[in-house]
C-alpha cells in the first residue's frame, strides 16, 4: 500500500471520528442548554457553534504540535471562507434563510470588525503576542455581549421558542452520563486531530503541494462538514436564527480564539494579502446581504453568487500555490 493510499484511509477514517465527535458535543451542549432556557440564537453562536468548530481546534492543535503553524491558519482562513461562501450559498438555494432584524444585524458587524481585526494585525505586521492579545480580548468582548443578548433574548423576542421546549431536571445519572460523553467526545477529538494533521503532511510530500493550500482548501471543506449539516437542517426547519448563528459564531472562534492559540504558542505568521483580501471580500459580501434583506427571505440566485465567490477563494488558492 502506497503511502498516498494509506494516508487516505487513514485520514478519512480520522476525519470520521472528528465528526463523530463534534456531533456528540453539540448534542449534550444543546441538550443542557434547552434544559436551561438558554436564548436559541446564543445557542448556535455559542454552544453550537463552538462545538461544530471541534474539527479546526483539533487541527489547529495538532498543527501547533507539529510546528506547523500554516496548516493551523490555513485550515482557520479556509474554514471562514468555506462557512461565508460554500455553506451559506447551500443554505440559500436549498432552505428559506430570512436574516433576522436585531440581534443578527449586530452580530453581522461584530464578525466583520473581527475579520477587520484579524487581517490588519498580520497585514501591520504586529507582533505574534500582541495579535494573540487583541484577539483573545476580542473574542471575550463577543461572548460577553452574547450572554447579555441571552438575557434580553430570552426576555423578549425568544420567548416563544423557549416556551415550547419543557424545562427538566438531570439527576445524578443524567449528570454522570453526561460527562461520560464528553469524556469521550474529548478523546474522539485528540485522536482524530492528531491523525488528520499527520495525513496532511503525507499529502503535502507526496503531491508536492504546501501543507498552507492543503489547509485553506481540502482541511477547510473537510473541517466544515458539521457546519454544513447544521445550517442545511436548521435552514430546511426554517430555524434562521440556528442557520446564520452558526456560520456567524463559527467565524467569531475561527478568527479570534484559534488563531490567538496558534499565534501564542508558535509565534509570528503573517497572512498573505491575496487570501486576506478574498476574506474580507467574502465577509463584506455575506454581512451586506444580511443588512441588505433584514427581515425578509433572501433569494435563491444569491445562493451561486456565494457559491462562486467559494470556487474564485479554490482557484486563487491552488492556481497560485498560495501560502499565507
Request: proline share 3%; aromatic share 10%; net charge positive.
Amino acid at each position: 500500500m502506497t503511502p498516498f493510499v494509506s494516508a487516505s484511509l487513514v485520514g478519512g477514517l480520522s476525519l470520521l471520528l472528528l465528526l463523530v465527535a463534534a456531533e456528540l458535543f453539540v448534542w449534550v451542549s444543546t441538550r443542557l442548554a434547552q434544559i436551561w432556557r438558554i436564548s436559541p440564537l446564543i445557542t448556535s453562536l455559542i454552544i453550537v457553534a463552538l462545538g461544530t468548530n471541534v474539527p479546526e481546534f483539533a487541527v489547529s492543535i495538532g498543527s501547533i504540535v507539529r510546528n506547523d503553524p500554516g496548516l493551523a491558519l490555513g485550515n482557520l482562513i479556509g474554514s471562514s471562507v468555506t462557512n461565508l461562501s460554500l455553506i451559506f450559498g447551500v443554505s440559500i438555494l436549498f432552505g428559506l434563510i430570512k436574516p433576522g432584524t436585531v440581534k443578527t444585524q449586530i452580530n453581522a458587524w461584530m464578525l466583520l470588525s473581527i475579520t477587520l481585526l484579524f487581517t490588519s494585525m498580520s497585514l501591520l505586521h504586529l507582533g505574534h503576542k500582541l495579535q494573540a492579545l487583541y484577539l483573545l480580548a476580542a473574542m471575550l468582548a463577543v461572548v460577553s455581549y452574547q450572554f447579555l443578548l441571552g438575557i434580553r433574548g430570552r426576555r423578549k423576542e425568544d420567548k416563544a421558542s423557549l416556551r415550547r421546549v419543557k424545562s427538566k431536571k438531570l439527576g445524578p445519572l443524567g449528570i454522570t452520563k453526561y460527562v461520560f460523553l464528553l469524556i469521550i467526545a474529548i478523546a474522539l477529538v485528540w485522536i482524530g486531530g492528531n491523525q488528520v494533521v499527520a495525513s496532511l503532511t503525507v499529502f503535502s510530500t507526496e503531491l508536492g503541494i504546501s501543507t498552507t493550500v492543503l489547509g485553506l482548501t481540502l482541511a477547510g471543506i473537510a473541517t466544515t462538514l458539521p457546519e454544513l449539516l447544521t445550517t442545511l437542517t436548521a435552514s430546511f426547519q426554517h430555524q434562521n436564527k440556528v442557520a446564520i448563528g452558526t456560520v456567524l459564531g463559527s467565524n467569531i472562534f475561527n478568527l479570534t480564539l484559534f488563531p490567538a492559540i496558534v499565534f501564542g504558542t508558535v509565534g509570528t505568521w503573517y497572512i498573505n494579502p491575496r487570501i486576506a483580501a478574498i476574506l474580507l471580500a467574502v465577509t463584506l459580501l455575506f454581512v451586506g446581504t444580511l443588512v441588505q434583506f433584514r427581515g425578509r427571505p433572501i433569494p435563491r440566485y444569491f445562493g451561486l453568487i456565494f457559491l462562486s465567490a467559494y470556487f474564485c477563494f479554490l482557484f486563487v488558492s491552488t492556481h497560485f500555490q498560495t501560502n499565507l
